[in-house]
């Protein structure tokens, strides 16, 4: 079981900045997430594979992948499938190109998944969700069964509804009221 206070704790820390931003979906905002802060520090990743992978397990379906947009998924992907072998739980990554590959294969998908795998999306941050359902467009186009979106941190901006209403359902390790902010 992983430490969630811990992770809380470091996305406190090292993520949460507070002032002017504009997010990836166009949105301003006063507070910004930059959890590659904490995806790419040693600890962080470890807790957020451990978390995620937690999640993963509570269903009766462990999915084939996990994987999502690049380059935000990539960490969170790669902690998860490393926590996962070493509990010797098979499970594959996979990563989704904004722009198709301009040589060899020339695809946006990239990792060992194919048509018919379930999957699931993993995101750092989900405020309408735009990311995600690029990222879910461009892995059915191949083929591949979306089971669901994890994500780290739900800014409870319409991406769970954006979701539910496309037949995905959100999941995440925290919501933004987790960090006092409303």
């Known amino acids: 079981m992983y ?6 704790n470091l996305i406190s820390m090292q993520a949460l900045k507070f002032g002017d931003f504009v997010l990836a979906s166009g949105k301003s905002a006063k507070f910004y997430l930059d959890c590659r802060q904490v995806t790419l520090d040693s600890v962080g990743a470890k807790l957020i594979g451990e978390g995620i992978l937690e ?3 509570r269903n009766d379906n462990l999915p084939h992948a996990i994987g999502g947009m690049s380059i935000g998924a990539d960490p969170i992907t790669a902690a998860v499938i490393t926590v996962a072998a070493y509990n010797n739980i098979p499970l594959k990554g996979f990563m989704v190109r904004k722009q198709p590959k301009s040589h060899g294969t020339m695809q946006f998908v990239e990792g060992p998944v194919k048509a018919n795998d379930h ?5 750092d941050v989900v405020t309408t969700g735009k990311s995600a359902l690029d ?3 461009k892995v059915e186009s191949i083929g591949v069964i979306v089971d669901g979106v994890i994500a780290i941190i739900d800014r409870l901006e319409g991406g769970a509804e954006e979701f539910a209403s496309r037949g995905y359902k959100l999941n995440s390790l925290f919501t933004i009221k987790d ?3 409303n």
């Open 119 to 123: 999957v699931v999306i993993v995101e």
């Open 135 to 137: 990222a879910i467009e």
């Open 55 to 57: 999640r993963l397990l």
């Open 179 to 181: 960090f006092n902010i």
């Open 3 to 8: 430490d969630c206070n811990l992770l809380k």
